[in-house]
């Protein structure tokens, strides 16, 4: 069995977005309904809190240092002084932002949901720095977790209840997208949805099971090759991080579950690592 270690011991309501900030060497993660950005150094075990002014789904870093956000009504910024400001709004009634990812073009691609999760209520959008938004999925439920293959010729995409990890062509041009298809579908008799996801320097694609207790690893032809039991049932989001990027960081959610349950797992929330379990892919920070 895969050992998990206790990266930063928390308690989340809904952890998410977990996202290596080579840079500053910082984890990023989110806890969205404590309007939340966390930042927690490796090296020495220092965390720190930034809130937000509204939920926030996900937290990338800004190629200029700062910070980019994706909140209920839009992408906001923080420059490297923690000051926010907003970059674009959509106003959407009972939407809030979800996860989001930055592609090799520096385009943030921001999710969202309603807050009762009806299907079509979510978008998923590619905002651009100056700001400029265009809708590229209009009707989905949970827009959740994004990647893109090393070679940046194919983008991942999750809509969590299809219970599917979605494939899109990518223009090598200019990161535009066409023809989504099935990449993966979970089982019947596999428990859980897919939830936020990272892809690694092999082009395997790690995606973590909300309510499915684990992490599961995809070849880059669709095939299960790894499984990572989880010691909570609501794993969110995965991410490489660390000096080399090898180890995986897991982030948690404690959102829905009883004090029972809570009682069975006193790790959810916080903020969990496999050391040495892959190679992570360089990553992206938002150009605006």
């Given at each position: ?25 910082l984890l990023l993660w ?222 948690t959610a404690r959102a ?33």
């Open positions: 069995m895969t050992k998990i270690d206790v990266a930063y011991r928390a308690t989340a309501v809904l952890g998410e977005g977990a996202t290596w900030d080579p840079v500053t060497s989110v806890d969205i309904l404590g309007s939340e950005v966390h930042e927690f150094d490796p090296a020495t075990g220092a965390a720190s809190r930034l809130s937000t002014p509204q939920h926030v789904g996900a937290v990338k870093p800004r190629s200029g240092g700062g910070l980019v956000v994706n909140l209920a009504e839009g992408v906001g910024l923080y420059d490297a002084d923690r000051h926010f400001s907003w970059l674009t709004q959509w106003h959407e009634p009972d939407v809030r932002g979800n996860d989001a990812a930055v592609d090799p073009w520096g385009h943030l691609w921001a999710g969202t949901m309603r807050y009762d999760e009806a299907p079509g209520g979510g978008r998923l959008r590619r905002v651009t720095p100056d700001g400029s938004h265009s809708v590229i999925v209009p009707d989905a439920a949970v827009s959740n977790g994004l990647g893109w293959s090393p070679d940046a010729r194919t983008m991942y995409y999750i809509d969590s209840p299809t219970r599917r990890v979605d494939r899109f062509d990518v223009d090598p041009t200019n990161g535009s997208v066409r023809d989504r298809r099935p990449f993966v579908t979970l089982p019947d008799d596999t428990p859980g949805f897919p939830d936020g996801m990272t892809v690694d320097a092999d082009g395997c694609v790690w995606v973590a099971l909300w309510d499915g207790w684990a992490v599961h690893r995809y070849t880059p032809d669709g095939r299960l090759d790894r499984v990572v039991e989880m010691p909570v049932a609501r794993a969110t989001a995965c991410a490489f991080g660390g000096p080399q990027q090898r180890d995986l960081y897991i982030t829905g579950l009883s004090e029972a349950q809570l009682a069975d797992q006193p790790l959810a929330g916080s903020l969990l690592v496999v050391e040495d379990a892959g190679q992570g892919a360089p990553g992206w920070a938002f150009a605006g």
